[in-house]
């Protein structure tokens, strides 16, 4: 359906369901999309309640004409519970996934436009062997090594080649492959979603980008793929030392800079714009985004939750072609 976007209501002991009240009062600002939440009607209801939002909500169990702009719709998903802010892991494991395999099945039958996932605590909810949400999403759809997880801001945009995995593995993960995999999703997403070409800058992986040499990743995987790929006419610029690829990026003019690994890129870019990003998992059927921030646990209950990264993230698909 044109225009209609599901969040997610992600992890229940947390400031999601704050964050989620605090957007629907600015409801104003994105006036051409339409909203619902996926998540148990009840916990939402009993969250905001105990946070101070009053809002209008109404419980719904299918996607139909509806005004989504009167009340706040609640795409209710079962979910046990006594403490609403102390939920077992066991109860909100199957309760994430089944959010999630609701979202993903209206996303498949186009019947959103895309979805928006509020924070989960990865660890508490899947255990030690769950990578992430991007990850997690590739494979369900098998394009896992093609998508690419961007932190997205207007001004500049980071992606990193690896993304959830020890800094020991990294040498062992990147090839030319996988790297020209990632900047050709990049690339394919900028020119058809967001209607230009971007300027991808492709940092190396070594101190120095290892002076070159000729057994270092630089020269036998990074300065080939750019090669490659400016062949197919995309622009890419590197191997860009890592430790200054952020000083000159208002004269460098870069879209996008991309690197080896997740720190390497999302140290400096959060350093550079805090949380006023989004995350972005590109090379899906569907557009998934996501607020760059976690879930808060320190202020739970507080109303003090800045609801800007999950507003930018609605926001989004206003600058995109939403049509599914």
Known sequence: MNNLICIIAGEPNSINSELIGKIWKKKNTFKNLNIFVIGNYLLIKKQLKLVGIKLNIKKISKIKKENFKKKLLIYDV?????????VSSKAKSKYI???????????????ISGLINCPINKKETFGNNFIG???F???KEKVFGKEAMIIYNK???VCPITTHIKVKKVSKQISKKLITNKLITINQ????????KPKIGLLGLNPHNDELRENSEERKIIIPVI??????????HGPLPADTAFINIKKDKFDILVGMYHDQVLSPFKALYKFDAINLTLGLPYIRVSPDHGIGRDIIKKNVANPKSLLESIKFFKNINVRT
């Open 78 to 86: 079962p979910l046990k519970f006594k403490n609403p802010f102390k």
């Open 137 to 139: 999403l590739a494979k």
């Open 227 to 236: 090669k490659n790929l400016k062949k197919k006419r995309i622009s890419v």
């Open 97 to 111: 996934l089944k959010s999630f395999k609701l979202a993903v099945e209206l996303a498949r039958k186009k019947k």
């Open 133 to 135: 949400i991007t990850e």
């Open 155 to 157: 001004n500049l945009s």
């Open 189 to 196: 997403f900028f020119s058809k979603k967001l209607k230009y």
